[in-house]
T-cell receptor
Framework: QKEVEQNSGPLSVPEGAIASLNCTYS??????FFWYRQYSGKSPELIMF????GDKEDGRFTAQLNKASQYVSLLIRDSQPSDSATYLC???????????FGAGTRLFVKA | GAVVSQHPSRVICKSGTSVKIECRSL??????MFWYRQFPKQSLMLMAT?????????EQGVEKDKFLINHASLTLSTLTVTSAHPEDSSFYIC????????FGPGTRLLVL
């Protein structure tokens, strides 16, 4: 049973701080890793993906992957109240099309 | 690019009726689409994988005769909730595969 684990939160950070969201996965064969953001009452939207060990930066977002530790994280710099949402971690096997989602971490950015 | 639409966005129906939800990939072709259900404050639950030109693959515990899926073209998959009951009230979300999954905006179903 492939699993993706996330702390459900809520994670509360003050505006302007760095929010750190973490995710662990059980399947060592996982090759692709994704972060989705889901606002309340809306469907998820893709914000980051990462395939290689290390860091990948896109604007205020940085995804970090450590395959040896089976760990992927998302850092949000200069957090804004508009970043308040549930963040879903997702993994995909190499060549597979079925994405496994974590249950999500609720982030609350206080103004 | 990679836009997925759903129709309707919201539907209210009487218990016992059937409801059809459409999922379309607008600017790409998708041989694989997925249907999820999400109850309030809960995570996404994969219901089934829809494959163009073949039968859908249902997750354990999902009744295939109740949730009929048709993927007749590379840009359209439909989910029909047959004989809907109040417990079927939920947020139904589809996604289409293009390297990763791109989600439609969701359909909120309320069964009275």
């Amino acid at each position: 049973q492939k699993e993706v684990e996330q702390n459900s939160g809520p994670l509360s950070v003050p505006e302007g701080a760095i929010a750190s969201l973490n995710c662990t996965y059980s399947d060592r064969g996982s090759q692709s890793f994704f972060w989705y953001r889901q606002y309340s009452g809306k469907s998820p939207e893709l914000i980051m993906f990462i395939y290689s060990n290390g860091d990948k930066e896109d604007g205020r977002f940085t995804a970090q992957l450590n395959k040896a530790s089976q760990y992927v994280s998302l850092l949000i710099r200069d957090s804004q109240p508009s970043d308040s949402a549930t963040y879903l971690c997702a993994i995909n096997e190499d060549g597979g099309f079925k994405t496994i989602f974590g249950a999500g971490t609720r982030l609350f950015v206080k103004a | 690019g990679a836009v997925v639409s759903q129709h309707p966005s919201r539907v209210i129906c009487k218990s016992g009726t059937s409801v059809k939800i459409e999922c379309r990939s607008l600017d790409f072709q998708a041989t694989t689409m997925f249907w999820y259900r999400q109850f309030p404050k809960q995570s996404l639950m994969l219901m089934a994988t829809s494959n163009e030109g073949s039968k859908a693959t249902y997750e354990q515990g999902v009744e295939k005769d109740k949730f009929l899926i048709n993927h007749a073209s590379l840009t359209l998959s439909t989910l029909t909730v047959t004989s809907a009951h109040p417990e079927d009230s939920s947020f139904y979300i589809c996604s289409a595969e293009l390297g990763t999954q791109y989600f439609g905006p969701g359909t909120r179903l309320l069964v009275l």
